[in-house]
């Protein structure tokens, strides 16, 4: 079964030696404790009650009726079934930020959220967002964004009941998901002290397998060639109910080819030849003297 976003606590190097230990099958909370803490020797009450305080909020980690602790099912991995494609809900998100550093502390001024099922559009989320921090005039240019349209704007966290929701148990996708990933996952685990983790799915990506014979697979380029209308470009709204359409279209190749499952469709992604590694192109390069999305 296809994996949707889930937001769980923040990775910890605790958390990591008990999946590593769990992948081999489940454990009771001795040894659980002892390989997780470097300790031996705790007695069973204490062992138990550790395991209970560093894992029970964690959805990946399961204890069962006797005590041994294992991995939650979704979190191992294992022979997938087939999906189909217009079984399962996506979140097409786009967001509009101060720059392309997610790193360097830029921060994101709007977001939108297109949800799709069964190849309609049930739901969207947009919003301005203060990014508690300047943007710069070359940016403000591309998007149209100034600090007068954000500065009374929500800040993310006020956004996150509202936004963590609607991406959860959906597959993630974006055109250049990386990025938009990125900043989205990256504010979460701010505004929350959790993380998002799930399956994301790059429209860039698809475009690229699917259609070899185009010279851009830019948002611009696709949605000419299949004739959509972005209303709004560079600002989060328009982008992404373009790249749902896009999306859909590309769903149409696929299910074209015979490919109707999303593992199908997950393995022309994972196994289409390359050309020599590249350097991903940001959505927003530092220069910002040109339009670069992707």
Known sequence: ???????????TLLASRARDLLA????????????????????????????????????????????????????????????????????????????????????????????????????????????????PPIVSALTNITWSMVQ?????????????????????????????WRFVTTEVARATGQRLDGERLCTVRLARSLLPHLRSRRLDALAHYYGIVIEGRHRAGGDARATAKVMLRLFHELSSRDCLTYEAMRELLGHRPRRGRRRRRSALPRGMNRDSTA
């Open 152 to 180: 009374h704007a929500p800040l993310f966290g006020e956004l996150c009941d509202r936004l963590v929701p609607l991406l959860q148990g959906k597959v993630f996708v974006a055109h250049n998901a990386e990025f938009d």
């Open 24 to 135: 081999g099958g489940p454990v009771d909370a001795v040894t659980l404790v002892s390989h997780v803490c470097r300790m031996s020797g705790a007695p069973a009450a204490v062992a138990e009650h550790l395991a209970a305080t560093m894992f029970s909020g964690r959805r990946e980690f399961v204890c069962d009726a006797n005590g041994r602790w294992g991995l939650a099912p979704d979190s191992v991995q294992t022979s997938l079934g087939l999906t189909p494609l217009d079984c399962l809900d996506y979140v097409v998100v786009d967001v509009e930020t101060t720059g392309s550093g997610w790193r360097r502390n830029d921060r994101i001024t709007e977001i939108a959220v297109v949800h799709v099922r069964a190849g309609r559009v049930v739901q969207e989320f947009e919003s301005l967002v203060n990014p508690q921090r300047s943007i």
């Open 1 to 11: 079964m296809i994996s949707g976003a889930t937001v769980q606590p923040e990775d």
